[in-house]
T-cell receptor, first 113, second 116 residues
Framework: DAGVIQSPRHEVTEMGQEVTLRCKPISGHNSLFWYRQTMMRGLELLIYFNNNVPIDDSGMPEDRFSAKMPNASFSTLKIQPSEPRDSAVYFC???????????FGPGTRLTVL | AQTVTQSQPEMSVQEAETVTLSCTYDTSESNYYLFWYKQPPSRQMILVIRQEAYKQQNATENRFSVNFQKAAKSFSLKISDSQLGDTAMYFCAFYAGGTSYGKLTFGQGTILTVHP
């Protein structure tokens, strides 16, 4: 299995632009998680899905952030409009069921100028 | 709410020696799971070891072992025979059972440097 796939690996954009991060979970996994990692705040859970349904989005910082999971093999995290404080590494992770290991993707390093 | 605390922002150790990373947590749950993840400079998050709270026996994985003290809510990671490849940030993570769908709460991380 190729593992969790994220794209792009690096994204540089200007303030005010829309940014879309993509994730393909491991085939067969039914839980998907979006995390943000910064030096100041560490690793934060933004939102997670179970069977394509958003379960908890309380970690989403504000309305500028939105996430979708239209099917079991694809999820997006969108920021519109982006701001410099959104600069971070964004991870996607997936797992099979509640009790199993989360497998992380390689992350997307986002820089908003 | 669950919290996870790693009180050591940075640690260093000589190659081949042993190092222990500390982690404490706070929860009112009785059924939960604890994990240590490793994040090397490549940024990839890698599971190192996991511990189920209902198990009294401490988990071990090769050179990695934990000291799980449930009453004290402590979950430390011991790395024996440290290798240069162990240099990474280590995160302690907590998962409560039930309907949390695998949601993890992470500590702030400890940067471990292994010196030759």
């Amino acid at each position: 299995d190729a593992g969790v796939i994220q794209s792009p690996r690096h994204e540089v954009t200007e303030m005010g632009q829309e940014v879309t991060l993509r994730c393909k979970p491991i085939s067969g996994h039914n839980s998907l998680f979006w995390y943000r990692q910064t030096m100041m705040r560490g690793l934060e859970l933004l939102i997670y899905f179970n069977n394509n349904v958003p379960i908890d989005d309380s970690g989403m910082p504000e309305d500028r952030f939105s996430a979708k999971m239209p099917n079991a093999s694809f999820s997006t995290l969108k920021i519109q409009p982006s701001e410099p404080r959104d600069s971070a590494v964004y991870f996607c992770a997936s797992s099979l069921g509640r009790l199993n290991e989360q497998f992380f993707g390689p992350g997307t390093r986002l820089t908003v100028l | 709410a669950q919290t996870v605390t790693q009180s050591q922002p940075e640690m260093s150790v000589q190659e081949a020696e042993t190092v222990t990373l500390s982690c404490t947590y706070d929860t009112s749950e009785s059924n939960y799971y604890l994990f240590w993840y490793k994040q090397p400079p490549s940024r990839q998050m890698i599971l190192v070891i996991r511990q189920e709270a209902y198990k009294q026996q401490n988990a071990t994985e090769n050179r990695f072992s934990v000291n799980f003290q449930k009453a004290a809510k402590s979950f430390s990671l011991k790395i024996s025979d440290s290798q240069l490849g162990d240099t990474a940030m280590y995160f302690c993570a907590f998962y409560a059972g039930g309907t949390s769908y695998g949601k993890l709460t992470f500590g702030q991380g400890t940067i471990l440097t292994v010196h030759p």
